[in-house]
C-alpha cells in the first residue's frame, strides 16, 4: 500500500493569531521608525535653523499653523547661496582670508583642517573612499571582520613598514559611525563584491540582514 499522505495539523487560533501579528510587526516596524527617525530630523533642523529665519520671511509669520519641514528647506537654500558665492572670485578670495586667521590659532586650526579634509574626502565625487568592502583578518587570526577602503596610504606610515598597506575602516556593531582606523597589508585584503550599502546593512544589523547572495566571480585562470 502506498504511504498514506501527512496531513498538516491545523494551527490553533493563538497560533494563527501569533503569526499574523509577527506578519504586521514585520512589515509595520520598517516605516514606523524609518517615519519616526525622518520627523525627528526634521524637527531637530526646525528647532535650530527656524530661529535664524528673520520673521518678515519666514510664512509661519503670516499664517496661524507652523509648517514642518521649514528650516530644512531655509538650511538647504542656504547651503546652496553658499556654495555659489564661495565658487566665485570673491568667496574664494574671503575664505582664503578666513583661512590665513584661523591658520594662526594652534587648536583651532587643527580642528578645522581636519574637518575640512574630512568633509572634501566624502563629498568629491572624484574619491572612492568607503566604496569598497572587504574582509581582514581581525582581531586575530582565523577570526574575519567586514571593513571599508578608506584610501591608499602613500604618507610616512608606508615608508616605516615593510609591507604595502591601505587604510582600512572596521565600523563597530551596531553604530557603524565609530570604529578603528587599520593599516592592512594589501596581501591580506579580501575584496567583497557586495557594494557599501550591503556591507553597512550587514555591520548594522549584526549579521542578521544577509546580503543577497552574488555570483561568485571565476578565477580568470580556471
Given at each position: 500500500m502506498p504511504d498514506k499522505l501527512k496531513i498538516k495539523p491545523k494551527k490553533t487560533l493563538?497560533?494563527?493569531t501569533k503569526t499574523y501579528f509577527l506578519t504586521g510587526l514585520v512589515v509595520a516596524s520598517p516605516?514606523?521608525?524609518?517615519i519616526y527617525l525622518a520627523l525627528a530630523f526634521i524637527d531637530l533642523i526646525d528647532r535650530n535653523v527656524k530661529p535664524l529665519i528673520p520673521a518678515i520671511y519666514n510664512p509661519e509669520t503670516y499664517l496661524p499653523f507652523p509648517l514642518p519641514g521649514l528650516g530644512l528647506v531655509f538650511?538647504?537654500?542656504m547651503l546652496t547661496f553658499l556654495g555659489f558665492f564661495a565658487a566665485n572670485y570673491l568667496g574664494k578670495t574671503l575664505i582664503r582670508i578666513g583661512e590665513r586667521i584661523l591658520n594662526r590659532m594652534p587648536i583651532v586650526r587643527s580642528v578645522y583642517n581636519t574637518l575640512k579634509q574630512i568633509f572634501e574626502t566624502v563629498v568629491s565625487e572624484e574619491k572612492s573612499s568607503f566604496q569598497e568592502v572587504v574582509l581582514i583578518e581581525y582581531?586575530?587570526?582565523?577570526l574575519w571582520a567586514i571593513a571599508f577602503i578608506s584610501g591608499e596610504?602613500?604618507?610616512e606610515i608606508q615608508s616605516k613598514l615593510p609591507k604595502d598597506v591601505i587604510n582600512v575602516?572596521?565600523?563597530?556593531?551596531?553604530?557603524p559611525t565609530?570604529?578603528?582606523?587599520?593599516f592592512v597589508p594589501k596581501k591580506d585584503i579580501i575584496r567583497l563584491d557586495m557594494s557599501p550599502d550591503e556591507g553597512a546593512k550587514y555591520v548594522i544589523s549584526a549579521g542578521l540582514v544577509d546580503p543577497s547572495v552574488l555570483?561568485?566571480?571565476?578565477?580568470?585562470?580556471?
Open positions: 493563538f497560533q494563527r516605516v514606523g521608525i524609518t538650511l538647504f537654500l582581531p586575530r587570526k582565523d596610504n602613500t604618507g575602516f572596521l565600523p563597530t556593531t551596531p553604530n565609530s570604529g578603528f582606523l587599520l555570483p561568485v566571480k571565476k578565477d580568470e585562470k580556471s
